[in-house]
């Protein structure tokens, strides 16, 4: 009868759930704690239970002998001398057994232990499954934006040939609510059970979501035996909080379930429909192997009140409200209530009205079965409620949770079109606080109390009453039953926990507790009476959690960047668009593109000074009155400033949105998401990108502009989670690309590659793999919950640039991240998977590098035969391929010729250089490895090069005053376009 109506809008069910938990209260508590524990999702390693817990291993597939094994469920609870050999074995358990070996009877919970709400439960005979119940959870109402959570859909999937049937034990969210997801991953073909009301209520359901599945769904009615995957079914009446709720009987030859549903035991239903102890006496004499039962008032001493008592109480505050208008609140699902407010009602004289959509939904399923109290038609519409005296009306409200749309929320701060409180009003509370709601609700009575009405409520007003059974109830069914196993489902962990204590003070001997995830088998004890058998464990899998936002968002944590919501609610946002203005861009065909970059000089400082316009704005941040928009403002100029004139946009974007991170960070200690979109001037060239391929290719003609859709692709990009500007590996010509692919097979991305999008996971993943060995390295939290790297301009540690620019393998340290989780700091849910760049277009430091070590060592081969044969590049292309470069023949070799060609310019820049300039202070990076390269060739050709000739004869003098340059210092010389390359030289 607890209703969990959170978050639902007013086109769907309010109050459908029941659940008397807190869902709210544990996701509230997980995302505080992840304040401080970025890096992994808190949806998906939560602080409570809700998660089960896979630890490494193989798959094991569980044989022990039945008659040394008997133990409780995984949570620590072992039976016998074996503990210590069933430690390990559990531990290595992760998929679930499957054949016709071991226990025949088996239970797989897809959600609702260890938790309240999202109930799921897979029963069956060796592999043929049912499904009880399909549910969902609420999350706390101000979390994130998410409205529902659902269980694993994909592993639903997963299993869709082993389930042949769903049945439902009553209409609540937490047991009907997941439908509308759960039956598209099932086959199309499985059936659905349930009641008619219940049915009632699906179809509006399914209906709303657009699910056809009419051929499939059966009603049932009460100890009506049906057929239904490998059991017969046997619907026993319980009684609870919405009509028509039932328990399972589940019969097979291998033994027999017993599954309570959520249920109370009401011993004056106010439909008169009592629960059906005749059936569980019955069920008893036959034996029943296993039950299953509701834990949700494990904790709550003695029994239940009676519906009828509300209904009493109900009515005497009605009366005695005479001349007042009187308003009450309530579990929309609890149609009986509705019932007796009707009753109310009439009794007193007034006109009944309900403001709350959920309310009506609710009745009409009712009067379509043909189970309503009364005709919905008599409601009075509350637009017309001003034609009433108010001492003439009585109404009955959503909102008894204070969810933020409910009408009496609403009403209580004075935004409710439809009802306005007064003081004279009497406001009845028929309804429980439900845990982790108490803080907002306490808040809507204050703002109530303040406008006066007078407010009823509390424990002793008698004004509700819990559907679930107490201790006294529980105990009493345990009795009842005697069952050979018990297995308390519905609840938190604690609760079941307790509940497997009252089932052990009961006298049952076998009892167990287990999580979602996890697999138990069962075997029949052998004549009742032989202890042969008992509880196995038979495998577990992480599964996970699902989540439905608005109408049409569904997905894993990632896929609803819920840790993006969270990192941007509590560190903010910095939104930054750069103009840039060139002067004069030059842009080069493919093929130029890395000579370009080869042949041209080293920055100077004569080439920084970008010009630009930068306009930048917040959210989710303290701006301390603008000084913090003044300081990134500055902070974004200068960046501009010291940034070369001819940097791609991409780089302009990194460097931009790093410090303007580091800018928010040193002010505020906030560690906020950055997004920055550079675009050229409209009136300046651009250049064209057609496809994932031309990434960096600048290859148009100059001065021939083209539509380019960057700011969309940009708006793409960061829209599905990246954030522009922080992605780009640092140098051009070691720039690559990622595919990065969402871990969802349906909902492929490939990112923006001109903004050379390698997401922020992909990049948190690299980073994490570079580890600890780059210490130096500063980390800070990016989109995806990962870490980035936070690099700087001039004004920061120049050494922080080395963790990017070491990244050259990245793929592969990607790759080698993404298979081994551990190693991410990433949660399992927000992982993307990172594929290497197929075609990369230019030359990285360390290819360039392998290219110039093998064609210094194939000198004899490529001069013996000659210019007239190609292939000995054949051979280098080989030997690059070894070493994980791909290259064609002709890149290597046109590659080569570019290097020559630079180093010849050098040579010939150093040949004629006046001395009364001063020598660049950065020498070209390849030159001292191309030197000795050519100088070897030619030792051992005796070579007729030219290059090589004029090498050897016109090689100035060294000044530089570097050390010997060995491969690594010559990526490093070359890496970045930094505009504080003195610090950098100076930092290595
Ligand atoms: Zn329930
Ligand atoms: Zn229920």
């Given at each position: 009868m607890q209703s969990l109506q959170i978050r639902l809008g007013l086109n769907s069910l309010q109050g459908g759930g029941e659940a008397a938990g807190a869902p709210g209260a544990l996701l509230k508590s997980e995302w505080?704690?992840?304040?401080?524990?970025?890096?992994?999702?808190?949806?998906?390693?939560?602080?409570?239970?809700?998660?089960?817990?896979?630890?490494?291993?193989?798959?094991?597939?569980?044989?022990?002998?039945?008659?040394?094994?008997?133990?409780?469920g995984y949570g620590g609870h072992y039976e016998g001398p074996k503990r210590s050999r069933d430690d390990a074995v559990t531990r290595k358990m992760k998929s679930f057994h499957e054949g016709s070996d071991g226990p025949p009877l088996r239970v797989l919970p897809i959600g609702g232990l260890g938790e309240i709400g999202m109930n799921c439960m897979l029963v069956g005979n060796y592999d043929r499954y049912i499904m009880i119940?399909?549910?969902?959870?609420?999350?706390?109402?101000?979390?994130?934006?998410?409205?529902?959570?659902?269980?694993?859909?994909?592993f639903i999937h997963r299993w869709r040939d082993k389930i042949e049937a769903v049945i439902i034990t009553h209409g609540h969210e937490d047991h009907i609510g997941a439908l509308p997801w759960v039956i598209p991953a099932l086959d199309p073909k499985t059936p659905i059970y349930a009641t008619g009301f219940t049915m009632q209520l699906i179809k509006r359901r399914l209906k709303e979501y657009n699910i056809p599945a009419e051929g499939r769904l059966r009603t049932f009615s009460m100890r009506a035996r049906f057929d239904a995957g490998p059991f017969e079914i046997e619907p026993i009446r319980v009684t609870h909080s919405i009509p028509d709720c039932c328990g399972l009987v589940l019969?097979?030859?291998d033994g027999t379930i017993f599954h309570t549903g959520d249920w109370k035991i009401d011993e004056s239903p106010v439909d008169g429909n009592v629960f059906d102890r005749v059936a569980l006496e019955q069920l008893q004499k036959e034996g029943v192997t296993l039950m299953m039962s509701d834990s949700t008032n494990v904790l709550s001493p003695g029994r239940t009140t009676s519906e009828a008592d509300v209904a009493e109480a109900l009515m005497r505050k009605i009366v005695e409200a005479k001349g007042r208008r009187v308003i009450t609140t309530q579990f929309a699902s609890n149609v009986h209530?509705?019932?007796?407010?009707?009753?109310?009602?009439?009794?007193?004289?007034?006109?009944?009205?309900?403001?709350?959509?959920s309310l009506k939904t609710y009745l009409e399923a009712a009067w379509r079965d043909g189970q309503a109290p009364f005709d919905p038609a008599i409601l009075v519409k509350a637009e017309d409620m001003d034609a009433y005296a108010p001492s003439q009306l009585l109404i009955v409200t959503t909102g008894s949770q204070a969810e933020p749309r409910a009408a009496l929320n609403l009403a209580?701060?004075?935004?409710?079109?439809?009802?306005?409180?007064?003081?004279?009003?009497?406001?009845?509370?028929?309804?429980k606080m439900i845990p982790g709601n108490e803080t907002r609700v306490m808040k809507m009575m204050n703002r109530?109390?303040?406008?006066?009405?007078?407010?009823?409520?509390?424990?002793?007003?008698?004004?509700?009453?819990?559907?679930?059974?107490?201790?006294?109830?529980?105990?009493?069914?345990?009795?009842?039953?005697?069952?050979?196993?018990?297995?308390?489902?519905?609840?938190?962990?604690?609760?079941?926990?307790?509940?497997?204590?009252?089932?052990?003070?009961?006298?049952?001997?076998?009892?167990?507790?287990?999580?979602?995830?996890e697999m138990l088998g069962v075997a029949p004890l052998r004549n009742g009476r032989v202890l042969s058998s008992g509880f196995s464990q038979l495998g577990r899998e992480k599964l996970k959690l699902m989540y439905n936002d608005g109408d049409k968002a569904f997905g894993t944590a990632a896929d609803l960047c819920i840790q993006e919501r969270m990192n941007i609610a509590l560190e903010g946002l910095v939104i930054a668009s750069v103009e840039v203005i060139r002067e004069e861009t030059k842009y080069l065909n493919e093929d130029e593109v890395y000579e370009d970059k080869i042949l041209r000089d080293d920055d100077d400082g004569d080439e920084l000074g970008l010009q630009g316009r930068v306009r930048i704005t917040t959210r989710c941040l303290w701006t301390d009155n603008g000084k913090l928009l003044e300081s990134l403002q500055r902070a974004a100029d200068v960046a501009l400033a010291s940034s070369r004139k001819d940097a791609r946009l991409p780089t302009i974007e990194r460097h931009v949105s790093v410090v303007l991170r580091k800018v928010v960070q040193k002010y505020s200690n906030k560690r906020p998401d950055v997004i920055v979109i550079a675009t050229d001037a409209s009136d300046g060239v651009v250049p064209n990108r057609s496809s994932p391929e031309s990434i960096n290719?600048?290859?148009?003609?100059?001065?021939?502009?083209?539509?380019?859709k960057r700011a969309a692709d940009s708006m793409s990009s960061f829209s599905r989670g990246a954030v522009v500007g922080t992605v780009e590996p640092v140098d051009e010509v070691t720039s690559r690309s990622f595919v990065a692919e969402e871990t969802s097979e349906r909902n492929k991305v490939v990112i923006s590659s001109r903004v050379q999008s390698e997401t922020v996971s992909a990049k948190a993943q690299r980073l994490s793999s570079e580890g600890d060995a780059t210490q130096k390295n500063e980390r800070v939290k990016a989109g995806d919950g990962g870490e980035i790297s936070a690099t700087s301009s001039g004004f920061s540690d120049p050494e922080e640039f080395e963790s990017d620019e070491e990244s050259g393998d990245s793929d592969q340290e990607a790759d080698s991240v993404a298979s081994d989780g551990a190693a991410s700091s990433l949660s399992q849910e927000s992982t993307e998977e990172i594929e290497p760049q197929k075609k990369r277009q230019k030359w990285r430091h360390d290819e360039t590098i392998k290219l110039i070590e093998v064609r210094s060592t194939m000198g004899d081969l490529l001069v013996k035969e000659g210019k007239k044969r190609r292939p000995s590049w054949k051979d280098i292309a080989a030997s690059l391929s070894e070493s994980g470069f791909e290259r064609s023949p002709e890149q290597c070799s046109s590659m080569w010729s570019s290097l020559l060609k630079k180093y010849e310019a050098v040579v010939e820049e150093k040949r004629t250089r006046d001395s009364s300039v001063p020598a660049p202070k950065k020498e070209w990076a390849y030159f001292e490895l191309m030197d000795a390269v050519m100088q070897k060739l030619a030792k051992t050709a005796g070579s007729q090069d030219v290059v090589i000739e004029k090498a050897k004869s016109k090689k100035p003098k060294r000044k530089s005053k570097k050390p010997k340059v060995d491969a690594t210092a010559a990526i490093d010389s070359t890496e970045v376009e930094l505009p504080d390359s003195e610090d950098r030289q100076t930092a290595q």
């Open positions: 505080k704690g992840v304040g401080q524990l970025f890096g992994f999702n808190p949806l998906t390693v939560p602080v409570s239970s809700r998660n089960c817990v896979t630890r490494a291993g193989g798959p094991t597939v569980h044989q022990q002998s039945r008659s040394r094994q008997h133990r409780g119940d399909a549910g969902l959870m609420f999350p706390d109402y101000d979390d994130l934006g998410i409205q529902k959570v659902l269980p694993d859909t994909q019969r097979c030859a209530r509705l019932g007796c407010v009707k009753a109310a009602a009439e009794v007193s004289g007034r006109k009944l009205v309900f403001i709350g959509l209580s701060m004075g935004s409710s079109r439809l009802l306005k409180l007064h003081k004279d009003d009497v406001i009845l509370y028929s309804a109530i109390a303040e406008l006066g009405p007078n407010l009823v409520m509390g424990r002793g007003e008698n004004l509700h009453t819990s559907g679930h059974a107490y201790r006294g109830e529980l105990e009493e069914v345990l009795r009842l039953v005697k069952p050979q196993h018990f297995l308390p489902v519905h609840g938190e962990f604690a609760f079941l926990k307790e509940h497997e204590l009252l089932g052990k003070a009961q006298g049952i001997r076998h009892t167990a507790v287990i999580k979602n995830g290719n600048y290859d148009q003609p100059r001065n021939k502009p083209q539509p380019w």
